[in-house]
């Protein structure tokens, strides 16, 4: 039996990766050989899920401060994870976060680096940010329109939020008060116009121009290409290719609700390999009973079978012990 790994991280619990090794465990429990290909949808994770960092760079942090950012430059390819130079974890969490103030200066900071090394093409992971700054502090940090000719950049959007309702949408999230959010939302607007002014580009009518608090958008009035986030990761890996030659693809996320299906790493998965006929398994921490499920997905929920306390405290084993009894054959 050939086993695909390619499940989501588990956020707060465990990487893409750690649970793609588990799910390596469970085949070999089986003797069963396995790929793992941790997958991700533009958010956190993404630049592990492509080959990972071999580069790093002093950039400035969300706040103002420095901070040293991991990213990848391979065969003039590179791959930039926003949230690793201006992510709410990175500001230390909504709670310590300036949402008013937040930049994504080191984000273009790092593009510019990327540029300045030689890179062609330049993807940018966006999700987990600190900002909404509808993504001026990266323009402003961008090599010059003459500089950035025949560079092509991508933008992997991991929602679809329209740019001037980002701080709706997500201020909150990165502790943005009610007042704060109209402030941040007036704000958007007029930088929508601004962009329009100078670029010609009408970011308002593009989907995902909101993500990461409309850096997405920014981005997009300086050329980028918006496009779904796990089909720039699915394609990049050969995902399609890698489920048809798999016997059993199993997936799998934190927790499996209606979004799963809307663009996410679970959803795309599932619809690759009813395409291709691969029996498809999804290992979730714990599932809306509300979402629906399409008939070719098994779901094996984790807080179902080994209780709240066990799944989140120790989901790699979990993980592992579920899927050796599904691949067996058993419930």
């Known amino acids: 039996m050939r086993v695909l790994a390619a499940p989501d991280k588990f956020r707060g619990t465990a990487s893409a990766g750690e649970i793609a090794e588990a799910m390596a465990a469970a085949?070999?429990?089986?003797s069963a050989s396995c790929d793992p290909a941790p997958m991700a949808d533009g958010g956190e994770g993404t630049l592990d899920a492509l080959g990972g960092p071999n580069r790093s760079s002093a950039v400035t942090g969300p706040l103002g401060e420095p901070v040293i950012a991991p990213?990848?430059?391979?065969?003039?390819?590179?791959?930039?994870?926003?949230?690793?130079?201006s992510g709410l974890a990175v500001a230390g969490g909504a709670a310590r976060n300036d949402p008013i103030n937040a930049t994504t200066s080191g984000t273009g900071?790092?593009?510019?680096?990327?540029?300045?090394?030689?890179?062609?093409?330049?993807?940018?992971?966006?999700?987990?940010?600190?900002?909404?700054?509808?993504?001026?502090?990266?323009?402003?940090?961008?090599?010059?329109?003459?500089?950035?000719?025949?560079?092509?950049?991508?933008?992997?959007c991991d929602v679809r939020t329209a740019f001037v309702d980002a701080a709706a949408v997500y201020g909150p999230q990165k502790g943005a008060s009610p007042a704060q959010?109209?402030?941040?939302?007036?704000?958007?607007?007029?930088?929508?116009q601004i962009y329009e002014?100078?670029?010609?580009?009408?970011?308002?009518?593009?989907?995902?121009?909101?993500?990461?608090?409309?850096?997405?958008?920014?981005?997009?009035?300086r050329g980028a290409g918006l496009v779904n986030g796990f089909e720039v990761v699915a394609d990049e890996i050969g995902l399609p290719e890698r489920i048809r030659d798999a016997d059993v693809v199993v997936t799998g996320e934190g927790?499996?609700?209606?979004?799963?299906?809307?663009?996410?790493?679970?959803?795309?998965v599932t619809g690759i390999a009813a395409q291709s006929g691969t029996r498809?398994?999804?290992?979730?921490?714990?599932?809306?009973?509300?979402?629906?499920?399409?008939?070719?997905?098994?779901?094996?929920?984790?807080?179902?079978?080994?209780?709240?306390?066990?799944?989140?405290?120790?989901?790699?084993?979990?993980v592992l012990e579920a899927l050796e009894a599904a691949l067996r054959g058993g419930p």
């Open 255 to 268: 927790r499996y609700d209606a979004t799963s299906l809307q663009g996410k790493v679970v959803g795309g």
């Open 109 to 156: 900071e790092l593009i510019a680096e990327a540029v300045a090394a030689g890179a062609q093409r330049v993807l940018v992971a966006v999700g987990g940010s600190a900002t909404t700054d509808g993504g001026l502090g990266a323009l402003e940090a961008l090599p010059s329109p003459a500089r950035m000719a025949g560079v092509e950049m991508i933008v992997a």
């Open 181 to 192: 959010v109209e402030l941040l939302t007036r704000r958007l607007r007029r930088l929508a």
């Open 27 to 30: 085949a070999a429990a089986v």
């Open 71 to 85: 990213w990848r430059l391979s065969r003039g390819v590179a791959v930039i994870e926003m949230a690793l130079a």
């Open 280 to 318: 498809a398994l999804a290992v979730v921490g714990s599932t809306d009973p509300t979402a629906p499920t399409p008939d070719s997905l098994e779901i094996l929920d984790l807080t179902a079978r080994f209780g709240p306390e066990r799944a989140h405290g120790d989901p790699c084993g979990c």
């Open 197 to 221: 002014r100078d670029s010609g580009v009408d970011v308002t009518t593009m989907a995902g121009a909101g993500a990461a608090g409309g850096l997405a958008g920014g981005l997009a009035s």
